[in-house]
């Protein structure tokens, strides 16, 4: 029997999409095809090979692509989401953008108009199946966040974070109100709330303390005779910790990966 290869377009070549790249080359058994690669910022374009280069995502149909992966930034679903949408399948990185309740509509009508599909991978968070599943018995769902200030993007909040010197709680409250505060920062918030009772019934917290050198997420979900607990630390660089690349990988074979035999995800 002959197995389809998933066409595959990367929007994004920094610290992920270069990983994800390297994984998706390193398997040569599981029916995936990267066949362009897209970064706004010709340094990052330059690592990727000449012949996947896309300079314009506009023409991101030229090769046909089963599905289109972001790892970049919000900003690409919102300027290109629907058209990928209107053509092929998407996954997204970035999910603070569904925090966008606009955008959030207007994608997902491009998908149903088109019959395709939009992808959100859990990304950081350990347990999203369990949250998912009993998604309709939560009364409550929360995540603490805590991170060194130095690996928080805080442009777009008007914040210092050099001016940071002691622990400092950034943001207390609803899901919705904090992810256009800390666009690439709090993903995981983003698709804990898409995950279990929505932005605005979620809380989120985020704390920072330059003594710190690892990340740590804290999830707690709660109801109907249920509590959840789950808590991670790990290493960060820039605004990714260290298992995101392989959980992106791993959400990509889910979606792409042909490969004959056993599918453990
Ligand atoms: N879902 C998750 O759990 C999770 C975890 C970590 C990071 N992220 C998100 O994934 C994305 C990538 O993270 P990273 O660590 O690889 O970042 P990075 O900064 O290393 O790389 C991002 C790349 O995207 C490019 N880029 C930015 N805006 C662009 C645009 N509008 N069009 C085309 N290219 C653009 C940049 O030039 C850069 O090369 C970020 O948005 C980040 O917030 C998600």
Redesign the pocket.
């Known amino acids: 029997m002959k197995h389809k290869t998933t066409r595959i377009g990367l929007?994004?070549?920094?610290?992920?999409?270069?990983?994800v790249h390297r994984m998706i080359e390193a398997d040569t058994q599981n029916g995936m095809e990267v066949v362009f690669i897209?970064?706004?910022?010709p340094?990052?374009?330059a690592q990727a090979p000449p012949q996947l280069a896309l300079e314009d995502?506009g023409d991101f149909t030229q090769s046909n692509p089963d599905l289109v992966v972001?790892?970049?930034?919000?900003?690409?679903s919102r300027?290109w989401g629907c058209a990928i949408l209107e053509k092929t399948d998407y996954l997204l990185?970035?999910?603070?953008a569904m925090a966008d309740a606009q955008l959030e509509k207007q994608l997902l009508e491009a998908a149903s108009r088109h019959g395709t599909r939009l992808f959100l991978?859990?990304?950081?968070?350990v347990g999203m199946d369990a949250l998912y599943e009993n998604r309709d018995i939560w009364d409550s769902v929360e995540v603490v966040m805590k991170k060194p200030p130095a690996n928080v993007?805080c442009a777009a909040a008007g914040m210092d974070p050099d001016q940071i010197k002691e622990e400092t709680v950034l943001y207390d409250g609803p899901t919705r109100g904090i992810c256009p505060m800390f666009?690439?920062?709090v993903?995981?918030h983003?698709?804990i709330a898409l995950a279990g009772i929505g932005f605005d019934r979620t809380r989120s917290v985020l704390v920072v303390d330059p003594a710190w050198n690892v990340a740590t997420v804290e999830i707690q979900a709660s109801g109907g005779g249920i509590q959840l607990h789950t808590e991670r630390v790990e290493g960060i660089?820039?605004?990714?910790?260290a298992s995101?690349?392989a959980?992106?990988y791993n959400s990509i074979q889910m979606v792409g990966s042909t490969r004959p035999g056993i599918h453990l995800r």
Request: net charge negative.
């Open positions: 929007v994004g070549y920094g610290q992920i999409g270069q990983a897209h970064d706004r910022c340094d990052a374009q995502l972001e790892m970049a930034h919000p900003d690409v300027e990185v970035s999910v603070t991978p859990h990304g950081g968070v993007d666009p690439r920062n993903n995981t983003a698709i660089t820039g605004v990714t910790g995101t690349p959980s992106i």
